[in-house]
């Protein structure tokens, strides 16, 4: 893992085109700005990790609701 000191108003780049800027920091908190391009999501850790929860269980849901029979239950209960 890569560490930077950064103080407000100053930025990190990552790549060409994600600028990560410190906004304000008041005791313990730091606010982030993030310019991204919009096909980039972008997530607090908590919140993408809803996201992976939610998709994982529609999969499930989806797996179970297919024929047993059918070629799209075999495959993704082959695990591929």
Known sequence: MLVL???RDESIIIGDNIV???VD???DKVRLGINA???IPVHREEVYEAIQRE???Q???DT???PQDSPAAERANSGK
Request: hydrophobic share 40%; glycine share 4%; no cysteine.
């Open 25 to 27: 920091i008041r005791g």
């Open 55 to 57: 998709r994982a269980a």
């Open 20 to 22: 990560i800027t410190i």
């Open 37 to 39: 391009p919009k096909d």
């Open 64 to 66: 179970d609701a297919m």
């Open 59 to 61: 999969r499930d849901a």
């Open 5 to 7: 000191s950064r103080q």
